[in-house]
């Protein structure tokens, strides 16, 4: 995957950059979901992302045939489904919450790839699972009283993302950065169409109708926001797929956890959410195992790191 010479210093950058970015335009989300719908906003956003990738590929960045094309499909069928689900709880829950969920998916990659593919795994990153868990737990903080259900989306999303990397591995050998980026992206714009086709639609206002409605007002405040999405998204993943190429995959996959201080910072800056004392804790845990299961393996981080595949 390196094409140069390592820059552990440069690729820390690059990687806390794209975490920066993801960080921030995550946190505009609430501006589109006061309005418009989850389905058009991937939609939108999924056809302006592969136009962007179709002309960085017109002019020789890349090239967009893949060379297995139901490969691609799984993968990015699992990969944005768990963006789907990612995006819909951010209208729900606190972005803190959302990312966490996401971040236990090296925890699953490790539970599938032991008990599905046979892999050994040893008793640190079987410890890393249980800290990591236990950290879920206490980001989640479920009320038994009062379970919400809801709540444990995001580790459904942490899930399915697990899935897409184990399968990027597996399927998309040898595919190209600008493949798996446009399969991602355009598998989310025909996730977010068919949801506008299949739906029936809601009349529900505000925030609260974000999922069930089918499509919102495509005015310029909107097309604004949309563009930002697609242009933050490309840019995160654009930074991380250079760390990668910079760096060794275990010591840069430490660095994407920097999403989980952005988000959060982000989410207080412009929300005014916080987070508990033991959701930090929680937090640290998640960060401090997907730490040691990527220190201690030959395989790059699953979260958005498969978008570095060459």
């Given at each position: 995957?390196?094409d ?11 990687a806390?950059s794209g975490?920066a970015?993801?960080?921030l ?9 006061e309005?418009?719908?989850?389905w058009q906003f ?7 992302a592969?136009a962007?990738?179709?002309v ?5 960045f890349?090239?967009?045939r893949p ?5 691609v499909?799984g ?7 768990a ?7 951010l ?15 090296p ?10 593919q046979?892999k ?7 410890g ?5 868990f236990?950290?879920a737990?206490?980001v ?5 009283n009062?379970?919400?259900?809801v709540?444990?989306l995001?580790l459904v999303?942490?899930v399915l ?5 184990v ?8 595919e190209?950065t600008?493949?798996?980026?446009a399969?991602?992206?355009?598998m989310?714009?025909v996730?977010g169409?068919?949801?506008m086709l ?6 529900v206002?505000g925030t609260p109708g ?5 499509w919102g007002?495509?005015?310029?405040s909107?097309?604004?926001?949309f ?14 797929v250079?760390?990668?190429q ?12 920097a ?8 989410a207080w ?8 004392t ?8 998640i ?6 299961i990527?220190l201690?393996?030959?395989e790059?981080?699953?979260?958005r ?6």
């Amino acid at each position: 995957m390196q094409d140069v010479a390592v820059k552990p210093g440069l690729a820390a950058i690059c990687a806390v950059s794209g975490m920066a970015a993801l960080g921030l335009t995550d946190n505009f989300v609430p501006y589109i979901s006061e309005r418009g719908s989850l389905w058009q906003f991937h939609f939108v956003r999924g056809i302006m992302a592969v136009a962007i990738l179709a002309v960085l590929a017109a002019i020789g960045f890349g090239i967009l045939r893949p060379q297995r094309f139901w490969a691609v499909v799984g993968r990015s069928l699992f990969q944005s489904g768990a963006m789907l689900i990612y995006f819909g709880c951010l209208a729900f829950l606190p972005i803190g919450v959302v990312v966490a969920g996401l971040f236990t998916s090296p925890l699953f990659v490790l539970l599938i790839s032991a008990v599905f593919q046979g892999k050994p795994v040893g008793p640190w990153r079987w410890g890393a699972v249980v800290v990591g868990f236990a950290g879920a737990l206490m980001v989640i903080r479920p009320d038994p009283n009062d379970l919400d259900l809801v709540a444990f989306l995001p580790l459904v999303a942490g899930v399915l993302y697990a899935i897409g990397a184990v399968a990027t591995r597996a399927w998309c050998e040898g595919e190209s950065t600008l493949v798996m980026t446009a399969g991602f992206f355009g598998m989310l714009a025909v996730m977010g169409a068919l949801g506008m086709l299949v739906l029936p639609g809601s009349e529900v206002t505000g925030t609260p109708g974000f999922v069930s409605r089918t499509w919102g007002p495509l005015d310029g405040s909107m097309w604004f926001w949309f563009a930002v999405q697609a242009v933050g998204s490309l840019l995160g993943i654009g930074l991380l797929v250079r760390a990668y190429q910079l760096g060794e995959a275990g010591h840069v996959a430490i660095f994407e956890y920097a999403l989980l201080i952005f988000a959060s910072f982000w989410a207080w800056v412009l929300w005014g959410q916080t987070i508990s004392t033991l959701g930090f804790v929680g937090m640290a845990m998640i960060a401090g195992a997907g730490a040691v299961i990527a220190l201690r393996s030959d395989e790059p981080s699953p979260l958005r790191a498969p978008e570095s595949v060459e």
